[in-house]
C-alpha cells in the first residue's frame, strides 16, 4: 500500500519520542568527548511543514536535544557542522565559522537516467537500485584502500539515493580543499557526463590504480552482469557507435559476431571474450567463443562500457563544503514516509526499497511492542526502560548503526 503523507503530522510525534534512536545519536556526535567540549557546537537544521527552516540549533546535551526534537517534530532533521562557537549565538561573534565536519558523499539514482532503462525521475525498483549497490561498494572499497578510513556509514536517504558519513577524526578535520582534492580524485565523470578512465598524454593506455580497482570490484561478481540483461544495454549495437576509439578491425570483427549472436547473454559473452583477458584465460579451450573472437585488442573499451554504467555519480559540491547541511540517518522522507536507515555494506545487495522501514508501518508496531513488553514474565525486562528502536522493523538498522558508532571512538 503506498504511503499516505496525510498521516504524517500524526506519526511524527509518536516516532520521534519512542523510535528515534536518540542515546546512540548523540553518543556518536559526541566522539568520545564532553557535551561542553564538542557537542554543544554542532549545528542541528529544523526543517517544518512548507519547508519552513530553523537552522542553527545547538543543544548542551542529550535531554535538551531530545527535548527540543520531540516539541518540535521537524519533517526532516539536517546535520551540520561543528563550529567555533555554539552555533545558537552565532550573530554574538564576527569570527563564527565550521572548524570540523564528518567527510560526507550523496549519490543520487536519478543521475543515472542517461542509464537507467527501467524506471527515471524518483521512481526505484529493484533492478535500479543495483545502480547503489555496485557505487557503495566500489566507494566504500577506495575510502579504506586509498585513506584508510575505517569509520563509514552508508545510510539510504529515504527515497533514491544513499549518503555516506567518514567519521574518521582525520576525516572531521579536513579542510575545504582537502575535501575537495578527495572529492576530485574520486569523481570520474566530465561535464559532459562521459567517464574519463585514463589521464596523462597516453590515453587510453595509462589506467590509474583507482580506475582498474573499482571495474575489479565490479566484475568480482554478477551484479553488474544482470543489470547488463535488466536494462537491456546490448539488445542493440550501440556498445560498437559509442566507442569511436574501436579500431576499424575490432568493429568489423564485432559487427559480424553481433548479426551472428543476437542475444544479450551471447554479445556479452563475446565483448568479455575479446576485451576482458582475465576472463579469457578462464574460458574452457574447447568453448567456441575462443574460436570465433578476434584476437586485436582495444584497450580500456570494456573498461569505459562498465564504468560508465556503475561507477559512482557523486554530487560533488556536497562533499567539498565543510558547513553543507546533509539529512540525518532516521529521519523521514516526507513524501515517501521512509526511515533513512543506516544499510550494511556486505548485505546491501538484499536491502529492498520497497520494504524499507516506513513511518507508519513503524508507528503501528508500538501497540504490540508494548504488550509484548507487558506479558514478559521477566521483571527485570519490564522495568528497565523500554526502548522502542531495538525492537521491530527497526532494529537491525539500529544495530548497523550501533557498529559504526562503535567505530567512530576508535578512529
Known sequence: ???????????????????FPVKPFVKWLQYGLGFGDYFNRREFAFILADDVHIRYRSYHDEHSF?????????EKLDIGAVYNHEPVNNKRHTDYQAVERELVFDIDLTDYDPIRNCCKDATVC?????FMVLAVRILDFQLEDMFDFKARMWVFSGRRGVHCWVGDKKARMLN?????????????????????????????????????????????????EEMVYEQGWLEDDSFLTDYAFLS???????????????????????????FDEDYRKHLDEKNAL???????????????????????????NVSTGTNHLLKSPFCIHPKTGNVAVPL????IGEFDVNKCPRIDRVVEELNSLLAERESDENADSRNRKFLAYKHGSLAPYVENFEKFVALTSTS
Open 1 to 19: 500500500m503506498s504511503y499516505n503523507s496525510i498521516r504524517l503530522p500524526q506519526d511524527l510525534p509518536i516516532y520521534y519520542k519512542n523510535f
Open 66 to 74: 531530545f527535548k527540543a526534537l520531540t516539541s518540535t517534530n521537524p
Open 248 to 274: 576499424d578491425a575490432v568493429k568489423k570483427d564485432l559487427t559480424e559476431l553481433f548479426e551472428k549472436y543476437e542475444t544479450p547473454k551471447d554479445r556479452w559473452n563475446i565483448i568479455r571474450g575479446i
Open 176 to 224: 575545504n580543499s582537502q575535501r575537495s582534492a578527495i572529492a576530485t580524485r574520486l569523481n570520474l565523470f566530465k561535464k559532459n557526463g562521459q567517464i574519463e578512465v585514463t589521464e596523462g598524454k597516453a590515453k587510453m593506455t595509462k589506467v590509474p590504480p583507482i580506475v582498474r580497482d573499482a571495474f575489479r570490484v565490479v566484475l568480482k561478481d554478477e551484479v553488474f
Open 344 to 347: 550494511n555494506v556486505e548485505k
Open 290 to 316: 575462443l574460436e570465433t573472437v578476434p584476437t586485436v585488442r582495444d584497450h580500456n573499451a570494456l573498461l569505459h562500457f562498465v564504468l560508465q554504467r556503475c561507477y559512482p555519480r557523486l554530487d560533488v
Open 126 to 130: 529493484s533492478k535500479c537500485w543495483k
